[in-house]
């Protein structure tokens, strides 16, 4: 599968490298609105440099369009695409609203064409084996999940933090446990939420003052259609080293399963019986790596070269983007919000 990345920005450094490493995929170029950037990573990766997203997409040899744009240029770019005749494959969210994220599932099969978004870390070894365990109900069934999003603060590392405080740690990182959760049970159909601004005011590594314009701290609760309920927090001001961290908790009737980090594939995963202390679980294939970034793409242009199913689908990209709008507007109400849209959960990987 031939695949051109738009946006040449802080992830697309990682994409690349792992890109190359599958002989499934063929990275063929790059466009970014900085010309010199898509020259850079044309000359370091291999691939054209593109002059105008115009002239990537009108090259036949291009199938698949990997979108790493900055959040609010995702519609518009997967809208593009789709309509001259590319597969696609965005980061995350699809799109800022959830009519928009509609709007796009909805033109990929006007036009025969797959679509799918991050994240993708629900597909790693620790997540998967996570998984199985809820799924062969070793866990009993699974009444309350907790979730953390401990995500420090962007501008300590982030060359451009402003994007990401204008949108906020939900839209950001939120949706990595998101994704895996409704994964695992399927759709949530109400949540309610609160939001609050903890620092405001943040300055970058090179010394410029900025605000912040979304809340930074959230809090969510959510309840899957299909029975257990989820708390989330999720923040741009703690550190993930704190003892929460950045993982998951399973509670069932027969005990619980707490899953270290909803992003590295090598997570430490423990399970205790009710009331009983926690013991490591060992993965159900070994990795040392924390994360594949090109293991949704794989699976991606494997399932559209074989005809079957993608375990990454734009509907389900688009539920948990109405997550999303139903959680800011929960925040602003005060009032609980129901949600209507379906997908079908993706089948676990062949090895799990």
Known sequence: MKLAIVGCGNIAGPYSKDIRKHP??????????????????AAEHGGKAYDSLSALLADPQVELVVNLTIFDAHYEVVKRALEAGKH???????ALEYAQAQELVELAKTKGLRLAGAPITFLGEAQQTAMRMVREGQLGPVRMVYAEVNHGRIESWHPNPAPFYAVGPMLDVGVYPLA?????????RRLTAF???????????DGQAFTVEAPDFYVVNLEFASGPLMRLTSNFYISSKTLQGEGIEFHGDKGSLHLHSWFAANSGLEYAEFGGAYAPVPLVRPTDSGIDWARGLVDFAGAIAEGRPSRLTGEHAAHVVEILEATNESARSGKTVELRSEFTPPAPMDWA
């Not at 499934?24 to 990573?41: C, K, N, P, W």
């Not at 696609?88 to 699809?94: D, F």
């Open 24 to 41: 499934e995929l063929e990275l063929v170029g790059f466009y970014d609105v900085d010309i010199s950037r898509a020259q850079t990573f």
């Open 88 to 94: 696609v494959y965005s980061e995350k969210p699809l």
């Open 180 to 188: 895996l959760t409704t994964a695992l049970f399927g759709p949530v």
């Open 195 to 205: 939001a609050k601004t903890l620092f405001p005011h943040r300055v970058t590594k």
